[in-house]
C-alpha cells in the first residue's frame, strides 16, 4: 500500500481541483506536527472533503446552515465524503479493515472525537485558515452564499478553537491572527 497516498493525491487533484489546494494542504499539515500519524489518518486527512466533487441531490448545502458550525451539515458531510471514498479504497482493493478506519475518521473529520480523530480535525483546520479563509474574506463585501461579516467571523474563531492537538494549535495560531485581519479589513462600513 506504499503507493496509496500517491494515488490518491492524483484522485484529489483530478477529481476535486477546486479545493485540492486545501486537501493536500492539510496533509501537509498534519506531517508537520504528527509526522508518525498512521495511512489511514494520512489517507482521512487527504481526502476528507472528496463528496464535494460529486454533485448530487443527496449532497449538504451550506447554504441552509443555521449557523457556521452546523452539526448536522457536519455530519451529513462527513457521512457523504466516507462514502466516495470508501468507494474509491474498495477499487484501489484496499483491506476491509483499512477501510473502515479511514471511513471512520472522514465521517467525524469536522467534530473530532479520540485522538486520531482530533488529528484529521486539526489538519483540516490548519489548512482552512491557511487556503480558505483568504477566499472567504473576499465574499465578505457581497456577502457571498450568505458569507457575511458575522458568519465568517463566527467560523474562523470555530475552525481555530476546535483544534485540541496542542502542537497543531501552535501552527494554527499565526494563520488564525492574519485570517482574523483579513476579515476585519473587509468588513462593511
Ligand atoms: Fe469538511
Ligand atoms: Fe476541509
Known amino acids: 500500500m506504499t503507493n496509496l497516498l500517491d494515488t490518491a493525491r492524483q484522485w484529489v487533484i483530478t477529481k476535486h481541483p477546486n479545493q485540492s489546494e486545501h486537501l493536500l494542504r492539510s496533509e501537509y499539515w498534519l506531517g508537520q506536527f504528527a509526522p508518525d500519524a498512521p495511512l489511514s489518518v494520512q489517507l482521512a486527512t487527504l481526502t476528507h472533503d472528496m463528496e464535494r466533487a460529486f454533485p448530487g441531490d443527496d449532497a449538504p448545502s451550506q447554504k441552509n446552515m443555521r449557523t457556521a458550525n452546523d452539526t448536522a451539515y457536519a455530519i451529513a458531510h462527513g457521512r457523504r465524503s466516507a462514502r466516495f471514498v470508501a468507494e474509491w479504497l474498495t477499487e484501489q482493493a484496499a483491506d476491509e479493515s483499512f477501510i473502515h478506519a479511514v471511513s471512520e475518521l472522514i465521517v467525524v473529520h469536522e467534530l473530532g472525537g479520540w485522538p486520531e480523530a482530533n488529528k484529521v480535525q486539526a489538519a483540516d483546520s490548519i489548512s482552512f485558515l491557511e487556503v480558505n479563509a483568504p477566499l472567504f474574506a473576499g465574499w465578505i463585501p457581497t456577502s457571498y452564499n450568505g458569507w457575511t461579516y458575522e458568519r465568517t467571523h463566527e467560523k474562523f ?33
Not at 485540541?164 to 473587509?186: D, G, K, N, S
Open 157 to 189: 474563531i470555530w475552525m481555530y478553537e476546535r483544534i485540541t492537538v496542542t502542537a497543531a494549535r501552535a501552527l494554527a495560531t499565526p494563520l488564525f491572527e492574519t485570517a482574523m485581519r483579513e476579515i476585519e479589513a473587509a468588513r462593511p462600513g
